[in-house]
Protein backbone atom coordinates (compact mmCIF):
# COMPACT_ATOMS: atom_id res chain seq x y z
CA UNK A 1 0.00 0.00 0.00
CA UNK A 2 1.18 3.33 -0.87
CA UNK A 3 1.77 6.08 1.38
CA UNK A 4 -0.67 8.48 0.28
CA UNK A 5 -2.83 5.60 0.61
CA UNK A 6 -2.08 4.92 4.13
CA UNK A 7 -2.16 8.65 5.01
CA UNK A 8 -5.89 8.49 2.94
CA UNK A 9 -6.72 5.56 5.09
CA UNK A 10 -5.48 7.25 8.26
CA UNK A 11 -7.61 10.29 7.63
CA UNK A 12 -10.63 8.77 7.57
CA UNK A 13 -10.89 7.82 10.90
CA UNK A 14 -9.79 11.64 12.10
CA UNK A 15 -12.67 13.59 9.90
CA UNK A 16 -11.87 17.41 9.39
CA UNK A 17 -13.29 19.62 11.65
CA UNK A 18 -17.35 20.12 11.91
CA UNK A 19 -18.07 23.64 10.18
CA UNK A 20 -20.14 22.44 7.38
CA UNK A 21 -19.51 23.04 3.81
CA UNK A 22 -19.35 26.79 4.59
CA UNK A 23 -16.14 28.12 2.43
CA UNK A 24 -15.37 24.80 0.10
CA UNK A 25 -17.79 26.65 -2.65
CA UNK A 26 -18.30 24.70 -5.61
CA UNK A 27 -15.26 21.93 -4.44
CA UNK A 28 -17.25 20.77 -1.69
CA UNK A 29 -16.05 19.02 1.28
CA UNK A 30 -15.63 15.42 0.28
CA UNK A 31 -13.20 16.89 -2.99
CA UNK A 32 -11.21 18.96 -0.31
CA UNK A 33 -10.89 16.05 2.19
CA UNK A 34 -9.32 14.04 -1.10
CA UNK A 35 -7.13 16.76 -1.44
CA UNK A 36 -5.58 16.44 1.96
CA UNK A 37 -5.81 12.76 1.99
CA UNK A 38 -3.47 12.45 -0.94
CA UNK A 39 -0.76 13.97 0.53
CA UNK A 40 2.08 12.29 2.51
CA UNK A 41 3.01 15.34 4.20
CA UNK A 42 1.40 16.64 7.06
CA UNK A 43 -1.40 19.18 5.63
CA UNK A 44 -3.78 21.91 6.68
CA UNK A 45 -6.70 23.80 5.00
CA UNK A 46 -7.21 27.19 6.94
CA UNK A 47 -8.89 30.39 6.59
CA UNK A 48 -8.03 33.74 6.52
CA UNK A 49 -7.59 34.11 9.89
CA UNK A 50 -5.14 30.97 10.10
CA UNK A 51 -7.87 28.44 11.60
CA UNK A 52 -7.66 25.41 11.00
CA UNK A 53 -11.13 24.35 8.71
CA UNK A 54 -9.91 20.96 7.85
CA UNK A 55 -6.22 18.46 8.36
CA UNK A 56 -4.89 14.83 6.95
CA UNK A 57 -4.12 12.17 9.05
CA UNK A 58 -0.55 13.32 9.25
CA UNK A 59 -1.36 16.82 10.07
CA UNK A 60 -3.08 15.14 13.38
CA UNK A 61 0.02 13.19 14.30
CA UNK A 62 2.26 16.13 14.00
CA UNK A 63 -0.23 18.30 16.63
CA UNK A 64 0.39 15.40 19.07
CA UNK A 65 -2.64 13.10 18.41
CA UNK A 66 -5.24 15.13 20.18
CA UNK A 67 -8.53 16.66 17.81
CA UNK A 68 -8.13 20.17 17.01
CA UNK A 69 -10.60 22.24 19.20
CA UNK A 70 -13.41 24.55 17.42
CA UNK A 71 -11.80 27.76 15.64
CA UNK A 72 -7.76 26.49 16.85
CA UNK A 73 -5.24 28.97 15.33
CA UNK A 74 -2.94 26.80 13.37
CA UNK A 75 -0.37 28.70 15.21
CA UNK A 76 -1.76 27.50 18.34
CA UNK A 77 -1.18 24.01 17.39
CA UNK A 78 2.36 24.21 16.00
CA UNK A 79 4.05 26.52 18.18
CA UNK A 80 4.87 26.63 21.83
CA UNK A 81 3.13 29.63 23.58
CA UNK A 82 6.07 31.77 23.72
CA UNK A 83 6.94 31.15 20.17
CA UNK A 84 2.88 31.29 19.52
CA UNK A 85 2.59 35.09 18.40
CA UNK A 86 5.97 35.16 16.32
CA UNK A 87 4.31 31.90 14.25
CA UNK A 88 1.13 33.54 13.93
CA UNK A 89 2.81 36.99 12.69
CA UNK A 90 4.50 34.60 10.04
CA UNK A 91 1.87 32.69 8.75
CA UNK A 92 0.01 36.40 8.43
CA UNK A 93 2.59 37.42 6.01
CA UNK A 94 2.63 34.44 4.04
CA UNK A 95 -1.42 34.22 3.65
CA UNK A 96 -1.14 37.74 2.77
CA UNK A 97 2.00 37.28 0.32
CA UNK A 98 0.22 34.31 -1.39
CA UNK A 99 -3.04 37.01 -2.02
CA UNK A 100 -1.02 39.36 -3.78
CA UNK A 101 1.10 37.20 -5.96
CA UNK A 102 -1.56 34.38 -6.56
CA UNK A 103 1.62 32.11 -6.08
CA UNK A 104 2.54 29.59 -3.70
CA UNK A 105 5.07 30.27 -0.87
CA UNK A 106 7.39 28.68 0.92
CA UNK A 107 9.30 29.20 4.60
CA UNK A 108 11.34 26.93 6.51
CA UNK A 109 11.74 27.48 10.28
CA UNK A 110 11.53 26.05 13.66
CA UNK A 111 8.70 24.85 15.79
CA UNK A 112 7.88 22.70 18.57
CA UNK A 113 4.05 20.70 17.91
CA UNK A 114 2.58 18.54 20.48
CA UNK A 115 4.80 16.57 22.52
CA UNK A 116 7.62 15.96 19.90
CA UNK A 117 10.18 18.73 20.58
CA UNK A 118 11.38 21.23 18.20
CA UNK A 119 11.09 20.13 14.71
CA UNK A 120 12.82 21.49 11.27
CA UNK A 121 9.59 21.94 8.92
CA UNK A 122 9.12 24.20 5.42
CA UNK A 123 6.30 25.48 4.99
CA UNK A 124 4.21 25.44 1.52
CA UNK A 125 1.33 27.68 1.39
CA UNK A 126 -1.31 28.02 -1.42
CA UNK A 127 -4.75 29.58 -1.71
CA UNK A 128 -7.43 26.93 -2.75
CA UNK A 129 -10.34 28.79 -3.06
CA UNK A 130 -11.51 32.20 -3.94
CA UNK A 131 -14.29 34.88 -4.69
CA UNK A 132 -12.99 35.39 -7.98
CA UNK A 133 -9.26 36.08 -8.59
CA UNK A 134 -8.29 38.24 -11.46
CA UNK A 135 -5.00 36.24 -11.34
CA UNK A 136 -5.97 32.89 -11.57
CA UNK A 137 -9.66 32.21 -12.85
CA UNK A 138 -9.25 28.59 -12.87
CA UNK A 139 -9.31 28.72 -9.18
CA UNK A 140 -12.54 27.26 -7.31
CA UNK A 141 -14.86 30.18 -6.09
CA UNK A 142 -15.57 30.20 -2.39
CA UNK A 143 -17.73 31.96 -0.17
CA UNK A 144 -14.51 32.62 1.59
CA UNK A 145 -10.61 32.19 1.04
CA UNK A 146 -9.14 29.18 2.05
CA UNK A 147 -5.21 28.24 1.97
CA UNK A 148 -3.76 25.10 2.04
CA UNK A 149 -0.92 24.89 4.48
CA UNK A 150 1.42 21.78 3.98
CA UNK A 151 4.61 20.88 6.30
CA UNK A 152 7.16 19.29 4.92
CA UNK A 153 9.39 17.63 8.07
CA UNK A 154 12.96 18.06 7.36
CA UNK A 155 14.01 17.00 10.91
CA UNK A 156 15.71 13.54 10.47
CA UNK A 157 16.91 15.14 7.28
CA UNK A 158 18.77 17.83 9.23
CA UNK A 159 19.77 15.80 11.90
CA UNK A 160 21.22 13.46 9.74
CA UNK A 161 22.86 16.24 7.85
CA UNK A 162 24.15 17.42 10.78
CA UNK A 163 25.32 13.75 12.24
CA UNK A 164 27.45 13.16 8.75
CA UNK A 165 29.03 16.83 9.21
CA UNK A 166 29.75 16.06 12.59
CA UNK A 167 31.29 12.54 11.17
CA UNK A 168 32.87 14.02 8.47
CA UNK A 169 34.75 16.58 10.83
CA UNK A 170 35.39 13.64 13.13
CA UNK A 171 36.79 11.87 10.27
CA UNK A 172 38.98 14.83 9.20
CA UNK A 173 40.17 15.17 12.61
CA UNK A 174 41.03 11.65 12.73
CA UNK A 175 42.98 11.90 9.56
CA UNK A 176 44.80 15.00 10.56
CA UNK A 177 45.57 13.18 13.67
CA UNK A 178 46.59 10.08 11.33
CA UNK A 179 48.54 11.54 9.44
CA UNK A 180 50.51 13.08 12.56
CA UNK A 181 50.56 9.76 14.16
CA UNK A 182 52.21 8.57 10.43
CA UNK A 183 54.51 11.15 10.70
CA UNK A 184 55.08 10.60 14.71
CA UNK A 185 55.39 6.44 13.75
CA UNK A 186 57.88 7.16 10.27
CA UNK A 187 59.80 9.09 12.86
CA UNK A 188 59.88 6.33 15.63
CA UNK A 189 60.79 3.65 13.05
CA UNK A 190 63.55 5.79 11.86
CA UNK A 191 64.85 6.19 15.39
CA UNK A 192 64.49 2.49 15.65
CA UNK A 193 66.67 1.42 13.09
CA UNK A 194 68.70 4.03 13.83
CA UNK A 195 68.99 2.86 17.84
CA UNK A 196 69.02 -0.91 16.41
CA UNK A 197 72.12 0.08 13.82
CA UNK A 198 73.57 1.50 16.94
CA UNK A 199 72.88 -1.19 19.38
CA UNK A 200 73.84 -4.16 16.74
CA UNK A 201 77.21 -2.09 16.24
CA UNK A 202 77.90 -1.68 19.70
CA UNK A 203 77.65 -5.28 20.44
CA UNK A 204 79.42 -5.91 17.33
CA UNK A 205 82.07 -3.60 19.02
CA UNK A 206 81.63 -5.17 22.22
CA UNK A 207 82.18 -8.89 20.99
CA UNK A 208 85.04 -7.61 18.61
CA UNK A 209 86.83 -6.41 22.28
CA UNK A 210 85.92 -9.45 23.53
CA UNK A 211 87.30 -11.36 21.27
CA UNK A 212 90.64 -9.06 21.61
CA UNK A 213 91.11 -8.79 25.18
CA UNK A 214 90.74 -12.52 25.61
CA UNK A 215 93.51 -12.97 23.10
CA UNK A 216 95.49 -10.15 24.62
CA UNK A 217 94.99 -11.72 28.47
CA UNK A 218 95.19 -15.02 27.36
CA UNK A 219 98.31 -14.67 25.44
CA UNK A 220 100.84 -13.29 28.23
CA UNK A 221 98.71 -16.00 30.77
CA UNK A 222 99.81 -18.99 28.16
CA UNK A 223 103.21 -17.94 29.06
CA UNK A 224 103.30 -17.41 32.94
CA UNK A 225 101.28 -20.23 33.45
CA UNK A 226 103.50 -22.58 30.88
CA UNK A 227 106.76 -21.71 31.85
CA UNK A 228 105.63 -21.89 35.84
CA UNK A 229 104.12 -25.88 34.92
CA UNK A 230 107.30 -26.34 32.90
CA UNK A 231 109.15 -25.39 36.03
CA UNK A 232 107.25 -27.55 38.41
CA UNK A 233 107.87 -30.72 36.44
CA UNK A 234 111.33 -30.43 35.90
CA UNK A 235 113.23 -33.06 37.23
CA UNK A 236 115.16 -32.29 40.44
CA UNK A 237 112.76 -29.67 41.51
CA UNK A 238 112.35 -31.37 44.70
CA UNK A 239 116.19 -30.56 45.84
CA UNK A 240 116.07 -27.10 44.68
CA UNK A 241 115.81 -24.46 47.64
CA UNK A 242 112.43 -24.31 49.54
CA UNK A 243 112.10 -20.56 48.90
CA UNK A 244 112.18 -21.40 44.86
CA UNK A 245 109.36 -23.92 45.08
CA UNK A 246 107.06 -21.74 47.01
CA UNK A 247 108.08 -18.99 44.67
CA UNK A 248 106.83 -20.90 41.45
CA UNK A 249 104.25 -22.44 42.95
CA UNK A 250 102.96 -18.83 43.78
CA UNK A 251 103.10 -17.99 40.59
CA UNK A 252 101.32 -21.41 39.22
CA UNK A 253 98.50 -20.51 41.75
CA UNK A 254 97.86 -16.96 41.50
CA UNK A 255 98.03 -17.33 37.80
CA UNK A 256 95.78 -20.12 37.83
CA UNK A 257 93.42 -17.97 39.94
CA UNK A 258 93.69 -14.80 37.65
CA UNK A 259 92.91 -16.80 34.49
CA UNK A 260 89.36 -18.13 36.65
CA UNK A 261 88.62 -14.40 37.15
CA UNK A 262 89.71 -13.33 33.36
CA UNK A 263 86.97 -16.16 32.57
CA UNK A 264 84.40 -15.18 34.90
CA UNK A 265 84.73 -11.61 33.79
CA UNK A 266 84.69 -12.69 29.82
CA UNK A 267 81.45 -15.25 30.87
CA UNK A 268 79.66 -12.47 31.95
CA UNK A 269 80.28 -10.70 29.10
CA UNK A 270 79.62 -13.08 26.60
CA UNK A 271 76.12 -13.50 28.23
CA UNK A 272 75.62 -9.80 28.10
CA UNK A 273 76.47 -9.45 24.40
CA UNK A 274 73.97 -12.90 23.83
CA UNK A 275 77.13 -14.82 22.63
CA UNK A 276 76.86 -17.44 25.24
CA UNK A 277 75.60 -20.67 23.54
CA UNK A 278 74.63 -24.07 25.18
CA UNK A 279 74.66 -27.71 23.72
CA UNK A 280 72.03 -29.51 24.31
CA UNK A 281 73.86 -33.14 24.19
CA UNK A 282 73.34 -36.52 25.72
CA UNK A 283 75.65 -36.32 28.98
CA UNK A 284 75.58 -38.01 32.89
CA UNK A 285 74.57 -36.02 35.58
CA UNK A 286 76.59 -38.71 37.67
CA UNK A 287 79.84 -38.28 35.48
CA UNK A 288 79.33 -34.93 36.01
CA UNK A 289 78.69 -34.50 39.49
CA UNK A 290 81.15 -37.14 40.37
CA UNK A 291 83.85 -35.02 37.95
CA UNK A 292 83.01 -32.02 40.03
CA UNK A 293 83.00 -33.65 43.91
CA UNK A 294 86.83 -35.28 42.49
CA UNK A 295 88.39 -31.53 41.16
CA UNK A 296 87.14 -29.58 44.63
CA UNK A 297 87.26 -32.70 47.25
CA UNK A 298 91.35 -31.94 47.90
CA UNK A 299 90.29 -28.03 48.70
CA UNK A 300 87.64 -29.56 50.99
CA UNK A 301 90.61 -31.91 52.40
CA UNK A 302 92.63 -28.95 53.26
CA UNK A 303 90.11 -27.13 55.20
CA UNK A 304 89.03 -29.87 57.11
CA UNK A 305 85.39 -30.26 55.57
CA UNK A 306 84.08 -33.64 55.11
CA UNK A 307 82.51 -33.42 51.03
CA UNK A 308 79.59 -35.75 50.37
CA UNK A 309 77.48 -36.62 47.44
CA UNK A 310 74.07 -37.94 48.16
CA UNK A 311 71.92 -38.98 45.29
CA UNK A 312 67.85 -39.11 46.28
CA UNK A 313 65.80 -41.72 44.69
CA UNK A 314 65.91 -43.09 40.99
CA UNK A 315 67.35 -40.37 38.47
CA UNK A 316 67.72 -40.62 34.65
CA UNK A 317 70.65 -42.39 33.14
CA UNK A 318 71.07 -39.81 31.01
CA UNK A 319 70.02 -36.32 30.43
CA UNK A 320 69.80 -33.88 27.66
CA UNK A 321 71.57 -30.61 28.27
CA UNK A 322 74.89 -28.83 28.29
CA UNK A 323 77.66 -31.02 30.59
CA UNK A 324 80.37 -27.99 30.61
CA UNK A 325 77.76 -25.84 31.54
CA UNK A 326 76.32 -27.57 34.05
CA UNK A 327 80.08 -28.14 35.57
CA UNK A 328 80.43 -24.60 35.72
CA UNK A 329 77.14 -23.92 37.54
CA UNK A 330 78.29 -27.12 40.48
CA UNK A 331 81.92 -26.15 40.58
CA UNK A 332 80.93 -22.66 41.33
CA UNK A 333 78.01 -23.64 44.01
CA UNK A 334 80.42 -26.14 45.20
CA UNK A 335 83.49 -23.93 45.47
CA UNK A 336 81.48 -21.75 47.50
CA UNK A 337 80.23 -23.38 49.85
CA UNK A 338 84.09 -24.62 50.83
CA UNK A 339 85.18 -20.87 50.45
CA UNK A 340 82.47 -19.64 53.42
CA UNK A 341 82.64 -23.04 55.17
CA UNK A 342 85.75 -22.74 58.39
CA UNK A 343 84.20 -26.37 59.76
CA UNK A 344 81.83 -29.14 59.50
CA UNK A 345 80.34 -30.32 56.22
CA UNK A 346 79.23 -29.43 52.53
CA UNK A 347 77.09 -31.86 50.71
CA UNK A 348 76.09 -32.38 47.41
CA UNK A 349 72.49 -33.79 46.63
CA UNK A 350 71.02 -34.54 43.80
CA UNK A 351 67.11 -35.32 42.73
CA UNK A 352 63.83 -35.17 40.71
CA UNK A 353 61.97 -32.30 40.89
CA UNK A 354 59.03 -32.82 43.61
CA UNK A 355 56.67 -30.07 41.88
CA UNK A 356 55.31 -32.27 39.47
CA UNK A 357 58.04 -30.81 36.50
CA UNK A 358 61.06 -33.32 35.43
CA UNK A 359 63.58 -31.18 36.21
CA UNK A 360 67.22 -31.94 37.61
CA UNK A 361 66.99 -30.43 41.61
CA UNK A 362 71.07 -29.87 42.74
CA UNK A 363 71.61 -29.08 46.29
CA UNK A 364 74.48 -27.73 47.93
CA UNK A 365 74.33 -27.59 51.95
CA UNK A 366 77.15 -26.41 53.46
CA UNK A 367 77.69 -25.60 57.51
CA UNK A 368 79.02 -22.00 57.00
CA UNK A 369 78.66 -18.38 57.70
CA UNK A 370 74.77 -17.84 56.67
CA UNK A 371 74.10 -14.74 54.86
CA UNK A 372 71.62 -12.50 56.06
CA UNK A 373 68.03 -10.66 54.43
CA UNK A 374 70.23 -7.92 52.74
CA UNK A 375 73.15 -9.96 51.87
CA UNK A 376 70.83 -12.17 50.10
CA UNK A 377 69.37 -9.58 47.88
CA UNK A 378 72.55 -8.74 46.87
CA UNK A 379 73.31 -12.39 46.03
CA UNK A 380 73.14 -12.32 42.15
CA UNK A 381 73.97 -9.17 41.22
CA UNK A 382 76.82 -9.06 39.25
CA UNK A 383 80.47 -7.34 41.08
CA UNK A 384 78.21 -7.62 44.50
CA UNK A 385 79.85 -10.03 47.33
CA UNK A 386 77.95 -10.70 50.58
CA UNK A 387 81.19 -9.40 52.31
CA UNK A 388 81.80 -5.75 51.50
CA UNK A 389 83.95 -4.63 54.23
CA UNK A 390 87.39 -3.31 53.57
CA UNK A 391 88.56 -6.34 55.31
CA UNK A 392 86.95 -8.80 53.66
CA UNK A 393 88.14 -12.72 54.45
CA UNK A 394 87.18 -13.71 51.29
CA UNK A 395 88.30 -13.07 48.12
CA UNK A 396 87.09 -13.19 44.40
CA UNK A 397 84.95 -10.67 41.72
CA UNK A 398 80.96 -11.40 42.75
CA UNK A 399 80.43 -12.96 39.46
CA UNK A 400 80.27 -16.51 40.25
CA UNK A 401 76.93 -16.46 41.01
CA UNK A 402 75.59 -14.32 38.53
CA UNK A 403 76.93 -16.24 35.71
CA UNK A 404 75.10 -19.24 37.78
CA UNK A 405 72.11 -17.71 37.51
CA UNK A 406 72.20 -17.38 34.30
CA UNK A 407 74.03 -20.04 32.87
CA UNK A 408 70.93 -22.01 34.95
CA UNK A 409 68.39 -20.03 33.03
CA UNK A 410 70.00 -21.10 29.37
CA UNK A 411 69.49 -24.47 30.96
CA UNK A 412 65.79 -24.18 31.45
CA UNK A 413 66.35 -24.09 35.05
CA UNK A 414 67.14 -21.26 37.45
CA UNK A 415 69.23 -20.94 41.10
CA UNK A 416 68.16 -19.84 44.26
CA UNK A 417 69.35 -20.08 48.30
CA UNK A 418 67.86 -20.35 51.51
CA UNK A 419 70.10 -19.57 54.65
CA UNK A 420 70.40 -18.50 58.01
CA UNK A 421 73.40 -16.65 59.29
CA UNK A 422 75.61 -18.69 61.73
CA UNK A 423 74.23 -22.07 60.37
CA UNK A 424 75.02 -22.31 56.65
CA UNK A 425 72.88 -21.73 53.09
CA UNK A 426 71.34 -24.07 50.68
CA UNK A 427 71.66 -23.13 46.92
CA UNK A 428 69.73 -24.87 44.88
CA UNK A 429 69.77 -25.14 40.95
CA UNK A 430 67.50 -26.85 38.66
CA UNK A 431 68.24 -27.60 35.12
CA UNK A 432 65.46 -29.10 32.11
CA UNK A 433 66.92 -32.53 31.60
CA UNK A 434 64.87 -32.38 28.10
CA UNK A 435 62.64 -35.65 27.02
CA UNK A 436 63.09 -38.62 29.49
CA UNK A 437 60.85 -40.93 27.70
CA UNK A 438 61.86 -44.41 27.94
CA UNK A 439 65.12 -43.20 29.93
CA UNK A 440 66.06 -45.84 32.58
CA UNK A 441 66.23 -44.32 36.22
CA UNK A 442 68.47 -45.60 38.40
CA UNK A 443 70.23 -45.18 42.00
CA UNK A 444 73.24 -43.10 42.58
CA UNK A 445 74.46 -46.59 44.68
CA UNK A 446 74.09 -48.33 40.88
CA UNK A 447 75.72 -45.38 39.16
CA UNK A 448 78.96 -45.93 41.08
CA UNK A 449 79.07 -49.77 40.22
CA UNK A 450 78.70 -48.92 36.75
CA UNK A 451 81.73 -46.20 36.74
CA UNK A 452 83.81 -48.45 38.50
CA UNK A 453 83.51 -51.60 35.79
CA UNK A 454 83.97 -48.35 32.90
CA UNK A 455 86.87 -47.49 34.44
CA UNK A 456 88.52 -51.42 34.91
CA UNK A 457 86.92 -51.23 31.26
CA UNK A 458 88.75 -48.35 30.03
CA UNK A 459 92.32 -49.66 31.71
CA UNK A 460 91.84 -52.81 29.95
CA UNK A 461 91.49 -51.31 26.24
CA UNK A 462 94.27 -48.44 26.91
CA UNK A 463 95.59 -48.65 23.86
CA UNK A 464 93.55 -48.25 20.87
CA UNK A 465 93.68 -50.56 17.47
CA UNK A 466 94.96 -50.16 14.55
CA UNK A 467 92.91 -47.63 12.58
CA UNK A 468 91.19 -46.92 15.25
CA UNK A 469 90.37 -42.88 15.93
CA UNK A 470 91.81 -42.14 19.75
CA UNK A 471 90.25 -39.60 21.68
CA UNK A 472 92.14 -36.84 22.74
CA UNK A 473 92.95 -37.29 26.64
CA UNK A 474 93.69 -41.20 25.44
CA UNK A 475 96.73 -40.62 22.80
CA UNK A 476 100.13 -40.88 24.19
CA UNK A 477 102.58 -38.40 23.60
CA UNK A 478 104.95 -40.96 22.53
CA UNK A 479 103.07 -40.41 18.90
CA UNK A 480 105.03 -37.66 18.55
CA UNK A 481 108.47 -38.97 18.22
CA UNK A 482 110.00 -38.01 15.11
CA UNK A 483 106.93 -36.18 13.84
CA UNK A 484 107.66 -32.58 11.80
CA UNK A 485 105.66 -29.82 12.89
CA UNK A 486 105.11 -26.39 11.54
CA UNK A 487 104.43 -24.14 14.37
CA UNK A 488 102.93 -20.62 13.40
CA UNK A 489 102.76 -18.29 16.48
CA UNK A 490 103.71 -14.54 16.58
CA UNK A 491 104.78 -13.89 20.07
CA UNK A 492 108.54 -15.50 21.20
CA UNK A 493 107.17 -16.11 24.28
CA UNK A 494 104.58 -18.97 23.54
CA UNK A 495 107.34 -19.78 20.72
CA UNK A 496 109.73 -21.02 23.10
CA UNK A 497 106.75 -22.56 25.50
CA UNK A 498 104.96 -24.41 22.78
CA UNK A 499 108.08 -25.35 21.32
CA UNK A 500 109.24 -26.88 24.08
CA UNK A 501 106.07 -28.58 24.97
CA UNK A 502 106.02 -30.43 21.59
CA UNK A 503 110.13 -30.93 21.18
CA UNK A 504 110.28 -33.00 24.64
CA UNK A 505 107.17 -35.49 23.13
CA UNK A 506 109.66 -36.06 20.62
CA UNK A 507 108.50 -33.58 17.68
CA UNK A 508 110.91 -31.62 15.40
CA UNK A 509 109.45 -28.44 15.39
CA UNK A 510 110.02 -25.82 12.65
CA UNK A 511 108.72 -22.01 14.15
CA UNK A 512 107.40 -19.19 11.93
CA UNK A 513 105.58 -15.86 12.96
CA UNK A 514 103.17 -15.10 10.84
CA UNK A 515 100.41 -17.34 8.45
CA UNK A 516 101.84 -16.00 5.28
CA UNK A 517 104.69 -17.60 6.40
CA UNK A 518 103.01 -21.21 7.39
CA UNK A 519 101.25 -20.98 4.40
CA UNK A 520 104.84 -20.76 1.88
CA UNK A 521 106.44 -23.54 4.69
CA UNK A 522 103.72 -25.82 4.26
CA UNK A 523 103.57 -25.68 0.57
CA UNK A 524 107.15 -25.96 0.15
CA UNK A 525 107.95 -28.59 2.04
CA UNK A 526 105.01 -30.23 0.38
CA UNK A 527 106.73 -30.04 -3.05
CA UNK A 528 110.00 -31.41 -1.66
CA UNK A 529 108.08 -34.64 -0.62
CA UNK A 530 108.82 -33.86 2.74
CA UNK A 531 105.55 -32.59 4.73
CA UNK A 532 104.62 -31.32 7.77
CA UNK A 533 102.81 -33.88 9.48
CA UNK A 534 100.86 -31.22 11.24
CA UNK A 535 100.18 -27.63 11.27
CA UNK A 536 99.53 -25.75 14.76
CA UNK A 537 98.76 -22.43 13.68
CA UNK A 538 97.73 -19.51 15.92
CA UNK A 539 94.78 -17.73 14.70
CA UNK A 540 95.53 -14.17 15.40
CA UNK A 541 99.00 -13.28 14.03
CA UNK A 542 100.06 -10.10 11.74
CA UNK A 543 100.29 -10.00 7.94
CA UNK A 544 98.05 -13.19 7.85
CA UNK A 545 96.20 -14.31 10.39
CA UNK A 546 95.23 -18.48 11.22
CA UNK A 547 91.93 -18.32 9.30
CA UNK A 548 93.07 -16.75 6.20
CA UNK A 549 96.29 -19.00 6.14
CA UNK A 550 94.04 -21.90 6.62
CA UNK A 551 91.61 -21.35 3.71
CA UNK A 552 94.96 -20.55 1.85
CA UNK A 553 95.97 -23.89 2.36
CA UNK A 554 93.14 -25.78 1.69
CA UNK A 555 92.33 -23.76 -1.40
CA UNK A 556 96.30 -24.56 -2.64
CA UNK A 557 95.13 -28.58 -2.37
CA UNK A 558 96.95 -29.03 0.84
CA UNK A 559 95.26 -32.01 2.65
CA UNK A 560 97.40 -32.49 5.81
CA UNK A 561 96.27 -31.73 9.71
CA UNK A 562 96.29 -28.23 10.65
CA UNK A 563 95.45 -27.60 14.32
CA UNK A 564 94.23 -23.88 15.52
CA UNK A 565 95.33 -22.44 18.71
CA UNK A 566 93.09 -18.96 19.78
CA UNK A 567 93.10 -17.36 23.04
CA UNK A 568 89.79 -15.41 22.40
CA UNK A 569 87.30 -18.49 23.56
CA UNK A 570 84.12 -16.90 22.12
CA UNK A 571 81.26 -18.99 21.40
CA UNK A 572 82.06 -19.91 17.70
CA UNK A 573 85.24 -19.32 17.36
CA UNK A 574 85.89 -23.69 17.20
CA UNK A 575 83.25 -23.48 14.60
CA UNK A 576 84.89 -20.60 13.15
CA UNK A 577 88.19 -22.72 12.72
CA UNK A 578 86.68 -25.85 11.74
CA UNK A 579 84.87 -24.06 8.62
CA UNK A 580 88.11 -21.96 7.67
CA UNK A 581 89.40 -25.93 7.38
CA UNK A 582 91.07 -26.64 10.81
CA UNK A 583 90.71 -30.15 11.87
CA UNK A 584 90.87 -29.09 15.39
CA UNK A 585 91.20 -26.91 17.79
CA UNK A 586 92.65 -25.76 21.47
CA UNK A 587 92.02 -22.79 23.44
CA UNK A 588 94.73 -20.83 25.50
CA UNK A 589 96.65 -20.72 28.33
CA UNK A 590 97.77 -24.32 26.60
CA UNK A 591 96.87 -27.71 28.55
CA UNK A 592 100.66 -29.67 27.87
CA UNK A 593 98.87 -33.01 27.83
CA UNK A 594 95.71 -31.48 26.34
CA UNK A 595 97.79 -29.65 23.47
CA UNK A 596 100.12 -32.97 22.75
CA UNK A 597 96.37 -35.27 22.54
CA UNK A 598 95.00 -33.32 20.61
CA UNK A 599 98.08 -33.07 18.07
CA UNK A 600 98.57 -36.84 17.91
CA UNK A 601 95.12 -37.88 17.76
CA UNK A 602 94.92 -35.22 14.26
CA UNK A 603 98.04 -37.32 13.29
CA UNK A 604 96.71 -40.63 13.86
CA UNK A 605 92.99 -39.64 11.68
CA UNK A 606 95.15 -38.80 8.83
CA UNK A 607 97.73 -41.58 9.03
CA UNK A 608 94.52 -43.70 9.44
CA UNK A 609 92.68 -42.42 5.77
CA UNK A 610 93.07 -44.92 2.83
Known amino acids: MSSSHQNAAAASSSPARDRGDAGFGDLGRPAVDGLLNGLVDAAFLVDAEGRVVSHNARGLELCGGEKPRRSARLSELLASPDDEPWFREQLSDLLARVDDSGEGLRRKTQLAPGNEGERSVEFSVARVTSPAHPARPEMPAGDEPLYLVVLRDFTIRDAEEARCRRALGELENMQRLMEIQSVELHTANLELRTARARMEAAAQAKSDFLANMSHEIRTPMTAILGYADMLISEEGLERAPLHRRVAIETIQRNGTHLLAVINDILDLSKIEAGKMTCENVECSIFEIVDDVVDLLKFRAKEKGLNLRTEFAGRLPVRIRSDPTRL ?82 EMLGGEVGVTSEPGRGSTFRATINPGDLWGVRRISGEEARRRAKRAVTSAAIEEQAPPGRQASPSAVSPELLHDRRILLAEDGPDNQRLISFLLKKAGADVTIVDNGRAAVDHALAALREGRPFDVL ?23 AHPIVALTASAMTGDREKCLAAGCDDYAVKPIDKARLIATVAAAIQRQAAQP
Open 327 to 408: RQILLNLIGNAIKFTESGSVTMRVASSLDGESNIVFEVIDTGIGLTPTQLSLLFRPFVQADTSTTRRFGGTGLGLSICKRLA
Open 536 to 558: VTDMQMPIMDGYEATRALRSAGY
